[in-house]
């Protein structure tokens, strides 16, 4: 009895010790003389125990062999899970006995729970897992997670023995699932990216991790994959992708992309000897549609822009968006000259038709200048520029013109940049400055107010008049920083002057398109005057007559910005172009200066004398 791996006991029929071994003291921690007088329900926890005695009266009334689980509470306070079995022994004339043994499950059911919390933890895993037979061939499914399922489409009772690779996309990612076939073959881990299909036929992209389970003689038996579902993160890879390689507005490659588009361009026209053609576009009077219809049109007209050039173009070749109103196109695979003049006439076409624009007809064409690899540039940066100086001489071409470029336009194209360049060090360095011509009463003398001249002293070329950098810096946008900086130093004297006691004595500034276009011009200006606390009416914006008729409605609302501020209107070189005496009539102009000839066609007949 005592050699027994378990507890060997015999219980009479008051459910008293008779007889036990050594594992049964060793288990309640109890004394032979303790135990001899010790009721059997005594060493179970007492929510067992009704369970033992119903069984203890089976055992005797219906002479059945028993079997139940329950727990033993030693002397120490420990509790013990036991495998109970029982059966009436009888002896003698008729006295009976319950002969038993029990098993101590306490290593079951560590073992048991641990089981059991891996069953939870693979039911909880927000990752798919799959189990799969190793059997040489194929790989049979013998397990499946609810996250599979979920992942998958299938229920589990859908995939057990079927191969793993059901779900794989035809004709999709066939080297890394190659890579994972031979990881397998091999018995190694794997881990790989591909797209499945789910039951719907939806496809998903998902990351597996393939690893080898082996038995105790290391022989491999079953794989174990994890899946994880990694579409949303490769959509929002490539959503974000799209917005560093693209144009926000037009959808179209922008400058990052272009700059790889032309490079795989030049290295396949390497290979293939073959000619590689730049096209810059610039929308021919953009600007005036911006100020015209507003920001809103003018988004319309470069998407309406983008899908043009894109229709006229092949797959093969890259439409790109720099900014603003420039375009470019890579033309690849260009086998001759004569191949690529025909493209671009496609292009021009295809930019010839009218737009409806918010319910207006308009006619957007563009200037073009065109670059050839590799007479013209043998890497991305060379071409871009030599396109660049081409596109800068069809501007000056006429409308729609085109301009091959030729090496003479590298010296315009260094000169202007140059010039830019420098316009910016002046800027920073101060090397404006302004001089002031007073307007004088011929009758009295008196100085009536000043105009303020802008001069630039260049550190190569000595004083230079606006005439000789305002057109540059207009093409540029220089225009407006630079335009800002005067307004600050004729406000500064404006405030010089009146704390001299001269309050009253008005600078005239002039001022270009591109600057009171601008939205916050206006805000801009009362901004300043406030800063620096002058009389609004002591500045005066000049502007040329042929700004103000250019756009009438601009012009209006100009004028009427300037008089709620206080600010005057004057209008310079009147005489110089179509006037519109009705619509300046309109406007509320404090000063008109005449050119030489209309002041000379005064009186010269009755009609000009009125």
Known sequence: MDLLAGTFYVLDESGYFVLWNQQVERVTGLSAERLRGLHMLEVFEPADRPAVARAFCTVFQQDERVQIEARVRSADGDVIPFALCASRLLVGGGTSYMCGMGMDLSQHHRQREKLELFERGLTAASNGIVITRHDGVDNPIEYVNPAFERISGYEAAEMMGRDSRFMAAPGLDQDQRAHLGAAVRACQPASVVFRNQRKNGELFWNHLSVTPVR????????FIGIIED???????????????????????????????????????????????AVVMLDLNKFKEINDTLGHAAGDQVLRNVAQRLQSALRESDTVARLGGDEFVLVLAEQPNLRFTLRMIDRVRRAMAGDMDIEGRVLSVGASMGVAVYPSDGRNVHDLLQAADAAMYASKHGGPDAVHFYSPA???????????????????????????????????????LGLEALLRWRHPERGELLPADFLPEAEENGLIVPLGRRVLEDVCSTLR??????????????????????QRDYLLHLGRRVAHHGIKPASLALELHEEQLMHDPEQATRLANGLQELGIKLSVDEFGAGRNNLSCLRRLPVSQLKMTRRRVQEIGASPATAC
């Open 215 to 222: 038995d105790n003689s290391r022989r491999v038996t079953h």
């Open 230 to 276: 990694i579409t949303a993160t490769k959509q929002r890879t490539s959503q974000l992708e799209h917005l560093v390689t693209h144009d926000a507005l037009t959808g179209l490659a922008n400058r990052v992309l272009l700059r790889d588009r032309l490079d795989h361009a030049i290295q396949g026209a390497q290979r293939n000897h073959e000619q590689v």
């Open 409 to 447: 336009m590298a010296h315009t194209t260094a000169a202007r940049q140059h010039m830019e360049n420098a316009l910016r060090d002046a800027l920073d360095r101060d090397d404006l400055y302004l001089l002031f011509q007073p307007d004088v009463c011929v009758e009295t003398g008196k100085i």
């Open 496 to 517: 010089f002057l009146a704390d001299l006691g001269y309050p009253d004595l008005p600078i005239s500034i002039n001022a270009s398109s591109r600057e009171f276009t």
